[in-house]
């Protein structure tokens, strides 16, 4: 993320075409995170849809309105902005690599740095890969932890340790249902079975 310094030598730069400022600051988040080819972003922000969008993302009031706004490479050189988090129905855009802007403040963004109005992040070409072992490895284990429940009343801890095991169990049949395979929801308590081998046993 470029720093304050960097955003405000970019906004202040006589170099560069005359404009919103803060379009140029966007910018130099998307040559960092996308990395398209040189004026790729300034035709893209030049366009009438994109332009409208971009302007109303930098000044409307973010609490009437707090969609965020993405930016996604469209095939080879080309980028789009769309609003909200859904890249469109094109499978080219779907497993494209994207960007989002989110306002965290309900006052617009300045001229010459975008730290504290504006969040942004990478989103994932293929989010659902990156979802489940987040949600699997890092959030669900420790909401099914016991000692993070000792302060809570046993029917909150019951319905967090339903609710997580639901959420993991769906996620895992969505998953592979995108792989083209098919996989029931496991029961409650089925984490903690173990696998035998009849060959091994005994008889």
Do not use: Y
Not at 23 to 40: H, I, M, N, Q
Not at 142 to 168: F, G, S, Y
């Amino acid at each position: 993320m470029p720093g304050a310094k960097e955003q405000a030598a970019l906004a202040e730069s006589g170099d560069e075409e005359p404009g919103d400022p803060r379009l140029r600051l966007l910018g130099t988040f998307v040559a960092r995170s996308l990395r398209p080819a040189a004026g790729t972003w300034e035709r893209c922000a030049g366009t009438a849809e994109a332009g409208r969008l971009l302007q109303a993302f930098l000044d409307h009031n973010a609490a009437s309105d707090p969609r965020p706004l993405l930016v996604v490479q469209s095939g080879p050189g080309g980028l789009v902005v769309t609003p909200g988090l859904d890249a469109g129905p094109e499978p080219s855009r779907a497993r494209a690599k994207g960007l989002f802007f989110l306002r965290t403040k309900s006052e617009p963004p300045g001229n010459h740095s975008l730290r504290g109005t504006v969040l942004c992040g990478d989103l994932p070409a293929v989010p659902l890969e990156h979802l489940a072992p987040l949600l699997s490895e890092v959030i669900i284990p420790v909401l099914a932890n016991e000692k993070n429940h000792l302060e809570w009343p046993h029917m909150v801890c019951q319905d967090i340790r339903h609710h997580a095991h639901t959420l993991k169990s769906d996620l895992l049949v969505i998953f592979e249902h995108m792989k083209g395979r098919t996989l029931l929801p496991l029961p409650v308590g089925s984490e903690k079975l173990e696998f035998v081998d009849g060959h091994s046993e005994p008889v």
